[in-house]
C-alpha cells in the first residue's frame, strides 16, 4: 500500500480543518494560480497542520492570534475563526485570544479581529 502523499494529506487536514471553506479557496485558485493551490494543501496543510507536537486545537489559537495581529489578512483570518470552531474553540475562547491581541498587535488589530468573528459568529448555525 502506497503511503499518503503531501498533497493527499494536506486535502484531508484542509477538509478536517476548514471543512467547505478551504475547498473553496482551493477552487477559487483553480483558474489563476493552480500551482499555489497545490503549494498550498502540500506546505500549510501537508507538512505544518500534519505535524505532531500540537493539536489542530492549539493551531488555530496561534493562526487566529498570528492573522489578527497581522491586521491585514481579515478574509483569512474569517475562515480560520470558523477553523477553530470547527476544532472545537469556543466562540468565548476566540473571543478571548483576539482580546488578548490588544495588549501585543494593538487595539486596532484587536477591535478588526473582534468583527471579523462578530461576522463569522453570525453566519452560523447552532
Known amino acids: 500500500m502506497q503511503s499518503e502523499t503531501r498533497y493527499e494529506r ?3 487536514q484542509l477538509a478536517r480543518i476548514d471543512g467547505d471553506a478551504g475547498q473553496a479557496v482551493i477552487e477559487a485558485l483553480a483558474d489563476i494560480a493552480p500551482d499555489f493551490a497545490t503549494y ?3 506546505f500549510p496543510f501537508g507538512d505544518i497542520y500534519s505535524r505532531d507536537g500540537l493539536n ?3 493551531r488555530e489559537i496561534a493562526t487566529i492570534a498570528a492573522l489578527a495581529a497581522m491586521g491585514t489578512a481579515t478574509p483569512q483570518l474569517k475562515v480560520h475563526i ?3 470552531l470547527n476544532v472545537g474553540l469556543t466562540r468565548q475562547e476566540i473571543t478571548e ?3 488578548q491581541m ?3 498587535a494593538g487595539f486596532p488589530a484587536a477591535l ?3 468583527f471579523a ?3 463569522v459568529f453570525a453566519g452560523e448555525h447552532s
Open 82 to 84: 470558523q477553523a477553530g
Open 102 to 104: 490588544a495588549v501585543y
Open 117 to 119: 468573528a462578530k461576522e
Open 112 to 114: 478588526n479581529g473582534l
Open 40 to 42: 498550498l494543501l502540500e
Open 97 to 99: 485570544i483576539l482580546m
Open 56 to 58: 489542530l486545537r492549539d
Open 10 to 12: 494536506g486535502q484531508r
